[in-house]
């Protein structure tokens, strides 16, 4: 079933016209002035709230925007803080994963509070957080105070992301409203990560790095106090059930499990007994909490979510992207600085075709051919368009120019990926009850961070081990030192290239999977061809 969005606001504002109308008595007679002027009260309440819906979506952007740029800002500015902190190389990787770590692992838990306090709570409860733990990554004096920092980061990101896009998910429930927001969202949550490096750079070279930091204070402190006067969140929403404690520790153990499995991985081999027991642990603890998330009353999160296959395509299709694609960032900024000895502002700047494309994808094609083609044509296209932008950054070598290799790869990977990021945020929260509105906008944001830290630890460790494997067969030959440094630098660049090539395979398995699991219409119903459809809000 599916309301338009003046439905949506008579089903909002009539009733209290309707309770005005049983304040008078029965009999009583009422001129045609008086009910003109009730229905124009009425309607301008309606507009009043369709403006504040609008308005809010400028404060939970801006919110979307704090999280997704902390998961790349600090990349650029990670070799003068190594230097200043004294991070040794083995362990400089945990400035970005302790952010993915404790957001992935909490995100679920953190979207099933959204749910029950309120999101509009969540959300500035956040975002005042996120601010608290910014201030004290700014200040940071040692690596451990760093990765502590960047550790509560990561758990207020898991209670703000999945608050703001459930707020999306329940205030814009008309399908062409609908399509324009999640375009803005979507738009903010693929192209930020770009505008991460770009930011970073600017800051670390101009100022210090500690404002890569800093600088999220003051626009979470705005973004908070614009939430906190501005999202009307529509009542009977919340889910009052009792939190899943259960669910909760199993999951974030889990979670947690797999990623340092993988950055354990990196480090010390895939044989290591460390490596595969924390493999097998959350393989048990995943299966531990699937067991009793289907038995217990209040689960943390409902199979019902993720058990649909459209849901679950997207869930499962879009984390496995974000494997290629932040792993990716990770070389490319290496590449720039390390290879070709751009400065940090220099690298930053290299990525705006990529924010440029994420915009075109997200804002200009997205909406357009949303409510014209079905999802799963629209996303298949879009990783495949990512996926040819990852062609051409295979080919990378010592010599690549920018201009003919990186930039219209860069421009590619970008378009493909807002094209595809559009229908997946509102794809993942089509359809849910309201109650479970904040868990299945922390599946996406699990997928996206899960994936990401993953993606980072796994293609790291590909491209470390090519390179050790090239320079072992390849050092004896060079006499001199510079013919080492560029045996060094060829065996860099050789280890990226083969990491990218399996980031294609991992675009090309997601658009396998999206066409085969997702078979949502353009009307949101299965096999049906003609609208968009919009989920019932509960009022």
Request: charge should be positive; include cysteine.
């Given at each position: 079933m599916t309301f338009s969005a003046e439905e949506a606001f008579a089903d909002a504002v009539i009733p209290s016209k309707h309770a005005l109308r049983h304040l008078q008595p029965a009999d009583s007679s009422r001129s045609p002035e008086v009910d003109t002027l009730m229905s124009r009260t009425a309607f301008k309440a309606a507009g009043d709230a369709h403006a504040e819906r609008w308005k809010a979506l400028v404060f939970i952007a801006l919110a979307q925007l704090i999280v997704v740029l902390d998961a790349t800002i600090v990349n650029i500015a990670l070799p003068s803080a190594q230097q200043e902190l004294g991070i040794s190389d083995g362990d400089r990787q945990w400035v970005v994963t302790a952010y993915a770590l404790a957001f992935g692992g909490l995100v679920l838990f953190g979207g099933r509070v959204a749910d029950l306090w309120g999101r509009k709570r969540?959300?500035?409860?956040?975002?005042?957080?996120?601010?608290?733990?910014?201030?004290?990554?700014?200040?940071?004096?040692?690596?451990?105070?760093?990765?502590?920092?960047?550790?509560?980061?990561?758990?207020?990101?898991?209670?703000?992301?999945?608050?703001?896009?459930?707020?999306?998910a329940v205030m814009f429930t008309d399908a062409k409203e609908r399509a324009k927001a999640f375009g803005i969202y979507g738009a903010i949550a693929g192209g930020g990560s770009a505008v991460g490096f770009i930011l970073g750079g600017a800051l670390t070279e101009y100022l210090d790095w500690r404002w890569t930091f800093f600088v999220n204070i003051p626009f979470a402190i705005v973004?908070?106090?614009?939430?906190?006067?501005?999202?009307?969140?529509?009542?009977?929403?919340?889910?009052?059930?009792?939190?899943?404690?259960?669910?909760?520790?199993?999951?974030?153990?889990?979670?947690?499990?797999?990623?340092?499995?993988?950055?354990?991985?990196?480090?010390?081999?895939w044989g290591d007994t460390t490596t595969i027991s924390l493999f097998g642990a959350s393989v048990v603890l995943l299966l531990?909490?699937?067991?009793?998330?289907?038995?217990?009353?209040?689960?943390?999160?409902?199979?019902?979510?993720?058990?649909?296959?459209?849901?679950?395509?997207?869930?499962?299709?879009?984390?496995?992207?974000?494997?290629?694609?932040?792993?990716?960032?990770?070389?490319?900024?290496?590449?720039?600085?390390?290879?070709?000895?751009?400065?940090?502002?220099?690298?930053?700047?290299?990525?705006?075709?990529?924010?440029?494309?994420?915009?075109?994808?997200?804002?200009?094609?997205?909406?357009?051919?949303?409510?014209?083609?079905?999802?799963?044509?629209?996303?298949?296209?879009?990783?495949?368009?990512?996926?040819?932008?990852?062609?051409?950054?295979?080919?990378?070598?010592?010599?690549?120019?920018?201009?003919?290799?990186?930039?219209?790869?860069?421009?590619?990977?970008?378009?493909?990926?807002?094209?595809?990021?559009?229908?997946?945020?509102s794809l993942a929260t089509l359809g849910v009850e309201p109650r479970d509105a904040g868990v299945a906008s922390a599946m996406v944001n699990t997928s996206q961070q899960v994936g990401g830290a993953i993606g980072t630890a796994l293609l790291n460790t590909i491209a470390?081990?090519?390179?050790?494997?090239?320079?072992?067969?390849?050092?004896?030959?060079?006499?001199?030192?510079?013919?080492?440094?560029?045996?060094?630098?060829?065996?860099?660049?050789?280890?990226?290239?083969?990491?990218?090539?399996?980031?294609?395979?991992?675009?090309?398995?997601?658009?396998?999977?999206?066409?085969?699991?997702?078979?949502?219409?353009?009307?949101?119903?299965?096999?049906?061809?003609?609208?968009?459809?919009?989920?019932?809000?509960?009022?």
């Open positions: 969540a959300f500035v409860v956040g975002l005042i957080g996120f601010a608290a733990a910014s201030a004290l990554g700014g200040a940071a004096t040692t690596g451990t105070m760093m990765f502590g920092a960047r550790a509560l980061q990561g758990a207020f990101g898991a209670l703000l992301a999945p608050a703001a896009l459930s707020l999306l973004a908070a106090a614009g939430a906190y006067f501005v999202v009307r969140e529509p009542e009977g929403s919340r889910n009052r059930s009792p939190l899943d404690i259960p669910g909760v520790v199993l999951s974030t153990l889990a979670l947690a499990s797999l990623v340092y499995g993988f950055n354990h991985a990196e480090s010390h081999g531990a909490f699937v067991l009793t998330e289907a038995r217990v009353k209040a689960p943390l999160l409902p199979l019902r979510v993720v058990t649909d296959r459209n849901r679950g395509g997207v869930y499962l299709s879009l984390g496995i992207a974000v494997i290629a694609i932040f792993g990716t960032f990770l070389f490319l900024t290496y590449y720039l600085q390390v290879v070709k000895g751009y400065s940090p502002i220099k690298s930053g700047f290299c990525f705006l075709p990529m924010v440029a494309g994420m915009m075109v994808g997200s804002t200009q094609i997205g909406p357009r051919l949303m409510t014209r083609v079905p999802a799963r044509f629209l996303m298949g296209s879009g990783f495949l368009v990512a996926a040819a932008g990852m062609f051409l950054l295979a080919q990378l070598e010592i010599g690549s120019s920018y201009a003919s290799t990186v930039l219209p790869a860069l421009a590619l990977l970008g378009l493909g990926m807002g094209m595809t990021f559009m229908p997946a945020m470390t081990s090519v390179t050790t494997s090239y320079v072992q067969d390849h050092i004896a030959s060079a006499a001199t030192k510079p013919q080492q440094q560029l045996v060094q630098l060829q065996g860099v660049v050789h280890g990226y290239s083969n990491a990218i090539w399996f980031a294609i395979g991992m675009l090309v398995l997601a658009t396998l999977i999206v066409l085969t699991l997702v078979n949502v219409g353009r009307t949101g119903r299965e096999g049906a061809e003609d609208e968009v459809a919009v989920p019932v809000v509960a009022h």
